[in-house]
């Protein structure tokens, strides 16, 4: 959806790019919805956590979201 502009359940080519994915965490605070990976999954502080943040593509007539990672290489262990 992201390269072709269009959508790949219903094929319209109304495509809402690049929306932030928002999450809402403790005392209702926005942020950006994140996605990590643990390089080191076991270890009880030093977990080696990567990030980043995610962004959506919208379909402006079914309503189909496609998430993209930000910054992907950031969280490739
Ligand atoms: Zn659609």
Redesign the pocket.
């Known amino acids: 959806m992201k390269k072709t502009g269009k959508?790949?359940?219903?094929?319209?080519a109304d495509v809402i790019a690049d929306a932030k994915a928002v999450d809402r965490g403790d005392e209702s605070f926005e942020h950006d919805m994140k996605i990590a990976t643990f390089g080191n999954p076991g270890a009880l502080i030093f977990k080696q956590k990567k990030e980043t943040s995610m962004s959506a593509w919208v379909?402006?007539?079914?309503?189909?979201v496609e998430l993209y990672a930000d910054e992907p290489w950031r969280i490739n262990t």
């Open positions: 959508c790949p359940k219903c094929g319209c379909c402006a007539s079914c309503g189909f």
